[in-house]
């Protein structure tokens, strides 16, 4: 199961974001990592309030919570454009 949500995390990070006019476009495997390691750092902030979420100590880092989160996303998105309720 975790090949298939790192699939789903690479093809998240891999769509074309939107540049503001007058930026640097920066190459797509440089704009991935760029958001990955936002990403990364946002969720570092987040990982005392998701263990307090567990009634025992459970393992938690931010690459888990990146990469759970993008398959949550790309699994709605799917059900979204599929026009299936969960």
């Given at each position: 199961?975790?090949?298939?949500?790192?699939s789903y995390?690479n093809?998240?990070l891999?769509?074309?974001l939107?540049?503001?006019?007058?930026?640097?476009?920066?190459?797509s495997e440089?704009m991935k990592?760029?958001?990955?390691?936002?990403c990364?750092?946002e969720m570092k902030?987040?990982?005392?309030?998701?263990?307090?979420?567990?009634?025992r100590?459970?393992?938690v880092?931010e690459?888990?919570?990146?990469?759970?989160?993008?398959?949550?996303?790309?699994?709605?998105?799917?059900?979204?454009?599929?026009?299936?309720?969960?």
């Amino acid at each position: 199961m975790q090949h298939v949500k790192t699939s789903y995390t690479n093809k998240l990070l891999s769509r074309q974001l939107i540049i503001p006019a007058g930026m640097k476009v920066l190459e797509s495997e440089e704009m991935k990592n760029a958001v990955l390691r936002e990403c990364l750092a946002e969720m570092k902030k987040l990982i005392d309030r998701v263990k307090e979420c567990y009634l025992r100590e459970v393992k938690v880092d931010e690459a888990m919570l990146v990469v759970d989160g993008c398959f949550i996303l790309a699994r709605i998105t799917l059900q979204i454009i599929s026009g299936k309720e969960p």
